[in-house]
């Protein structure tokens, strides 16, 4: 199938500023406010955009909110990586994504998982853009984990990708019962205990 953004016009660096300006605007509002909560009206003010350049981009909102979830599955891969690659990188990630929690109170969840409760069961290709979000997720994480493993710091029947899988469920849920709960000491302790558990000093 070929991707109609191929036959597009090439963005000028302007362009491409613009538009990942838009997207960027478009990702924080959504998160604070959810897609349904969220205009094409709301994005052009927050990017200081003219309805023109908006429609320009992004002709309607199901584009926009698909831009929306690469950006956020990208971000959230880069930022794992980053850390995962550091030096003691499980330690630096469980700091990473507790602090994360704490910084916002878990308000709007994770950035992709909560696009996946809004979207899931009423958009097929926004729930396929957010399951590729996911996998690529669990391999970053299961790509941080390999050293680990062959350091004979895993148990040895503990699998890196099942692990990963894992790690991702728990802070799911953890977020979940953190945003709910307006309190991130669930999210906390279930990353903890999973990592002391699974992972060898």
């Given at each position: 199938m070929i991707d109609e953004a191929d036959d597009r016009p090439r963005l000028t660096p302007k362009g491409a500023r613009t538009r990942a300006r838009i997207v960027e605007e478009a990702a924080a509002l959504i998160h604070q406010r959810g897609v349904a909560g969220t205009t094409l009206e709301d994005v052009k003010v927050a990017a200081e955009v003219s309805g023109s350049q908006l429609y320009h981009y992004f002709p309607d909102k199901n584009e926009?909110?698909?831009?929306?979830?690469d950006?956020?599955?990208?971000a959230i891969v880069e930022r794992n990586k980053h850390a995962l690659e550091s030096a003691?990188?499980?330690e630096v990630w469980r700091k990473m994504v507790i602090a994360a929690a704490r910084r916002t109170q878990a308000k709007g969840g994770c950035q992709l998982g909560s696009l996946g409760g809004q979207l899931a069961e009423?958009?097929?290709?926004?729930?396929?853009?957010?399951?590729?979000?996911f996998d690529r997720w669990i391999a970053t994480i299961s790509d941080g984990l390999g050293s680990l493993h062959a350091e004979g710091r895993l148990p040895p029947n503990i699998d890196p990708?099942?692990?990963?899988?894992t790690l991702i469920a728990t802070l799911q849920g953890g977020l979940l019962l953190a945003q709910v709960q307006r309190d991130i000491r669930p999210f906390e302790t279930a990353v903890n205990t999973l990592l002391a558990l699974a992972v060898q000093p």
């Open positions: 926009l909110v698909q831009a929306v979830i950006y956020q599955a990208g003691n990188g499980v009423s958009d097929p290709e926004a729930r396929a853009l957010i399951a590729a979000g990708d099942d692990l990963a899988t």
